[in-house]
């Protein structure tokens, strides 16, 4: 089991990149609290809708808003873990996750590849997949594989199902995988559980952790609440990731945008804890600044650097793992 580089640290070696005051945090904080509360997020699935309703949330069934008390919240982010273990299919890449340690993985999921044969491009295939996964298990550097390229020769409402596949059986690193839907979080599951030994050996040991997406501003889509809730009640890390693009689905500034991120990353998670108090989440960006000559997403852009490093900032407030993206 690993334990790898602290990042952040008040000690006397390291860097720490600090965007935000904690006052500024706690305006960050609060302002997020109030857009819960009186705003609300639209969830577009019924069951997760009953699961805010049982958890003390406000719920309006006409328009699917679900409006989330302040404590209920707070309670949530209290009872997500702080630590825990991402486990590999060889036990050596097991690493611990918890404050201020820093770990690298790649990143998904590309839909085409230079071909090394021939050097054209073309769409990915199930082996490009397996190829990946066995060059990111060779390498050190890298702590978990994630699903870099998807198929494109599999049918697609099954794909995901097909690419963990190959993950599980070319790697033995832990392993992201990127489900749709609730059936295929329990197809893989199902698969990683044959590999472990069993359903009750999958929980105790989880050999993947899987992610999702809000839809900004403010969604939390069917695809995204099935794969919270499946991945709670297996007891599988998942990774609630916000895609909000500062100028384009969120605000311009800075600080607007860091609230906008903040409210749809803590109802995924209120929606997990809700699903099994305690179970273990991550707090994901892939959130960005738009190109406003392309409308398109400045991703490898300064601004990204410092929108990853306040959210990293927002997370360590939280005592919430962290995972940035698109540096």
């Known amino acids: 089991m690993k334990r790898n580089l602290h990042a952040g640290g008040d000690r006397r070696r390291g860097l720490s990149v600090n965007v935000f005051t904690e006052s500024e945090l706690d305006d960050v904080h609060l302002a997020t609290l109030e857009i819960l509360e009186r705003t609300g997020v639209f969830v577009e699935d019924d069951e997760a809708l009953d699961i805010f309703k049982d958890g003390g949330c406000r719920i309006d069934r006409e328009t699917r808003l679900v409006k989330i008390p302040p404590h209920v919240v707070e309670d949530a982010i209290r009872s997500a873990p702080s630590r825990y273990v991402l486990y590999g299919r060889d036990p050596k890449n097991d690493f611990v996750v918890e404050p201020g340690r820093v770990a690298f993985t790649n990143f998904s999921e590309g839909i085409r590849v230079i071909d090394v044969e021939t050097g054209e491009l073309r769409d990915s295939t199930k082996q490009d997949i397996a190829d990946i996964a066995r060059l990111n298990d060779y390498l050190s550097e890298l702590d978990t594989h994630e699903i870099a390229v998807g198929a494109k020769d599999v049918p697609p409402a099954t794909a995901a199902v097909h690419n963990s596949e190959m993950q ?140 990853s490093a306040a959210v990293a900032q927002m997370a360590r407030r939280y005592l919430i793992p962290s995972f940035v993206a698109g540096l």
Request: one cysteine or more.
């Open 168 to 307: 599980l059986l070319n790697t033995t690193k832990p392993i992201g995988i990127g489900p749709l839907s609730g059936m295929e979080c329990k197809a893989i599951f199902r698969m990683a559980a044959e590999i472990v030994g069993g359903d009750d050996e999958l929980r105790e040991r989880p050999i993947l952790y899987s992610g999702v997406c809000p839809v900004s501003p403010l969604k939390l889509p069917r695809d995204a609440t099935e794969v919270i809730i499946e991945s709670s009640r297996w007891w599988i890390p998942d990774n609630i990731l916000s895609m909000a693009m500062a100028g384009g689905s969120s605000p311009v500034t800075l600080a607007g945008t860091l609230v906008t991120h903040n409210a749809e990353v803590l109802s995924g998670i209120t929606l997990a804890q809700l699903t099994e108090r305690g179970c273990p989440v991550m707090y994901g960006s892939s959130t960005t600044a738009m190109d406003l000559k392309l409308a398109a997403a400045s991703v490898g852009s300064p601004e990204i650097a410092v929108i």
